[in-house]
C-alpha cells in the first residue's frame, strides 16, 4: 500500500478539525437554540496526479430542537424554520434563543441585555402602561399587554443561499440579507416555552471516539513510515 506524508497529514487536520467541532457542539448542550455544526472535506484531484488540495467546510445544521416548558410569560419558541431579530452593537442579527427578560425602561431584551426587535422596532412592554400585569404572545407572534396590542415579533426566514456566520451559541449574523424574508411564514410562536440545543449528546460522543481512533490510526501509520524511512537512510549511508 503506498502511503504519502502529506496525505496523513491532510487526514490529521481532518480529524482535528472535526474535533473541535465536535467539542464545540457538547459543550452548548444546553445552550438554549443552539445549532449544532457539521464538517465535510472536498480533495480536488487532477487528472493522473495525487490530491492536491484539501477544503474543510463547516455546515450550520438548523433543524429543530425539542421544546421545553417553562411556564415563563417571556420565554418563546419558534415552531418552523424561522429566528427572532436582536439587535446587537446597531446590527440586525438573529437567534432562536427566546428566553427574553424586561430591562429597567421595559425594552425585551436577551439574556446579554440586546433589545429584541418588532415591526416597530424596539419592542417596549411598559411605554403605555404604569404596570405590565398581563403579557400575551399569539401563535402568529403579536404581542399584547393586557389585551392591548403593542406590537408583532420581527421573524427573519433563512434560504439556501443564505449566508450565515455564528457570533456566539445561538445568535447568526446574515452577511447577505437581500436572502432574508421577514414574513412569518409557517412560523408558530410558543409561549411560555424553549427551544433547547439540537445536539444528540450520544451521537456527539461517538463521533468523538470515532475521530479519536482516526487520528490514532494516521499518527500509527507516520511513526511505522518515519522508522521505515529512518533504517532505509542509515542503510544506504553504509553502501
Same mark, same amino acid.
Given at each position: 500500500?503506498?502511503?504519502?506524508?502529506?496525505?496523513?497529514?491532510?487526514?490529521?487536520?481532518?480529524?482535528?478539525?472535526?474535533?473541535?467541532?465536535?467539542?464545540?457542539?457538547?459543550?452548548?448542550?444546553?445552550?438554549?437554540?443552539?445549532?449544532?455544526?457539521?464538517?465535510?472535506?472536498?480533495?480536488?484531484?487532477?487528472?493522473?496526479?495525487?490530491?492536491?488540495?484539501?477544503?474543510?467546510?463547516?455546515?450550520?445544521?438548523?433543524?429543530?430542537?425539542?421544546?421545553?416548558?417553562?411556564?415563563?410569560?417571556?420565554?418563546?419558541?419558534? #415552531?418552523?424554520?424561522?429566528?427572532?431579530?436582536?439587535?446587537?452593537?446597531?446590527?440586525?442579527?438573529? $437567534?432562536?434563543?427566546?428566553?427574553?427578560?424586561?430591562?429597567?425602561?421595559?425594552?425585551?431584551?436577551?439574556?446579554?441585555?440586546?433589545?429584541?426587535?418588532?415591526?416597530?422596532?424596539? *419592542?417596549?412592554?411598559?411605554?403605555?402602561?404604569? $404596570?405590565?400585569?398581563?403579557?400575551?404572545?399569539?401563535?402568529?407572534?403579536?404581542?399584547?399587554?393586557?389585551?392591548?396590542?403593542?406590537?408583532?415579533?420581527?421573524?427573519?426566514?433563512?434560504?439556501?443561499?443564505?449566508?450565515?456566520?455564528?457570533?456566539?451559541? #445561538?445568535?447568526?449574523?446574515?452577511?447577505?440579507?437581500?436572502?432574508?424574508?421577514?414574513?412569518?411564514?409557517?412560523?408558530?410562536?410558543?409561549?411560555?416555552?424553549?427551544?433547547?440545543?439540537?445536539?444528540?449528546?450520544?451521537?456527539?460522543?461517538?463521533?468523538?471516539?470515532? %475521530?479519536?481512533?482516526?487520528?490514532?490510526? #494516521?499518527?500509527?501509520? %507516520?511513526?511505522?513510515?518515519?522508522? *521505515?524511512?529512518?533504517?532505509?537512510?542509515?542503510?544506504?549511508?553504509?553502501?
Amino acid at each position: 500500500m503506498d502511503f504519502r506524508l502529506d496525505e496523513l497529514k491532510s487526514a490529521m487536520i481532518i480529524q482535528t478539525k472535526k474535533n473541535d467541532i465536535v467539542a464545540n457542539n457538547l459543550a452548548n448542550i444546553d445552550t438554549i437554540g443552539f445549532k449544532k455544526d457539521y464538517t465535510f472535506f472536498n480533495a480536488f484531484k487532477k487528472e493522473l496526479e495525487e490530491v492536491n488540495n484539501l477544503s474543510i467546510h463547516t455546515v450550520k445544521d438548523f433543524t429543530q430542537g425539542d421544546f421545553e416548558e417553562t411556564n415563563n410569560p417571556l420565554d418563546f419558541a419558534l #415552531s418552523g424554520g424561522g429566528f427572532f431579530t436582536i439587535e446587537v452593537a446597531s446590527e440586525k442579527v438573529y $437567534t432562536r434563543n427566546g428566553h427574553f427578560e424586561l430591562d429597567p425602561d421595559g425594552f425585551l431584551t436577551d439574556s446579554e441585555g440586546n433589545y429584541v426587535l418588532g415591526q416597530q422596532g424596539r *419592542i417596549n412592554l411598559t411605554q403605555n402602561f404604569d $404596570t405590565v400585569s398581563n403579557i400575551f404572545v399569539s401563535s402568529e407572534g403579536e404581542i399584547y399587554v393586557d389585551d392591548i396590542p403593542v406590537d408583532y415579533f420581527q421573524i427573519a426566514n433563512f434560504d439556501e443561499n443564505t449566508q450565515v456566520e455564528r457570533l456566539s451559541g #445561538s445568535v447568526f449574523r446574515v452577511k447577505n440579507s437581500e436572502s432574508l424574508n421577514t414574513k412569518n411564514n409557517n412560523n408558530f410562536i410558543l409561549q411560555g416555552r424553549i427551544e433547547k440545543s439540537n445536539v444528540n449528546p450520544v451521537s456527539e460522543m461517538v463521533n468523538l471516539i470515532e %475521530i479519536e481512533r482516526g487520528f490514532e490510526s #494516521s499518527q500509527k501509520t %507516520i511513526r511505522i513510515l518515519d522508522d *521505515i524511512l529512518s533504517k532505509a537512510s542509515s542503510q544506504l549511508s553504509r553502501v
